[in-house]
């Protein structure tokens, strides 16, 4: 048996017995949590989420990029478009970890790693990539400097360690910024 077999095969259990009719498009819980592909970190998983309660976006290292911003857009429109605008009241949760694939890719590919963070090699170095605490701090500081997010957003950001399995908070939770004086 392939695997796609074996997940199709959970499907018809999900299908029958966790399947929640009726969840409306944008989560419940106003939670949008960013966070990295490795699959040691899945934050439904690791926040035992339960189904609509948060939009997962994910990508290579957590990081915040231009592909990241521009589906924070397109979510931004479709919750417009929908009539739920995204702002006041919801939480933006930057999620990195230890042990991070980026550490050695920043070694070995960092051509490749800085197209992906949209920075030049050489200021690949003010990213800190060999340090998760300090990443995620920078991260959360570069979504409060992005002028095209919702001003209402909370705003945290934490740390996973694969080790032992805890997440601590490094970025304790802030408005993303204070509204424009009209």
């Known amino acids: 048996m392939d695997f796609l077999e ?8 999900f299908a029958s017995s966790g399947f929640v009719e009726g969840l409306k498009m944008l989560p419940y819980e106003k939670t949008v949590i960013i966070g990295c592909v490795d699959p040691r970190v899945d934050p439904a998983d690791l926040f035992d989420l339960k189904t ?44 990195h970890h230890t042990d991070c694939g980026i550490i050695p890719a920043h070694k070995h590919a960092p051509e490749l790693l800085a197209k992906h963070l949209n920075v030049t090699t050489q200021e690949l170095e ?22 095209n997010l919702p001003a209402g957003f909370m705003v945290s950001g934490v740390v996973y360690d694969v080790a032992d399995g805890k997440v601590e908070t490094i970025v304790p939770p802030t408005r993303l910024r204070e509204e424009a004086a009209a």
């Open 6 to 13: 074996t997940i199709t095969g959970r499907n018809e259990g």
């Open 52 to 95: 609509g309660e948060a939009v997962v976006i994910r990508n290579v290292g957590g990081r915040i990029n231009t592909a990241l911003l521009e589906t924070m857009a397109i979510l931004r429109t479709v919750a417009g478009v929908a009539g739920k605008p995204i702002g006041d009241g919801w939480n933006l949760i930057v999620l």
């Open 126 to 147: 003010q990213m800190a990539i060999d340090d998760p605490y300090e990443a995620v701090r920078l991260d959360v500081a570069a979504l409060k400097a992005n002028p």
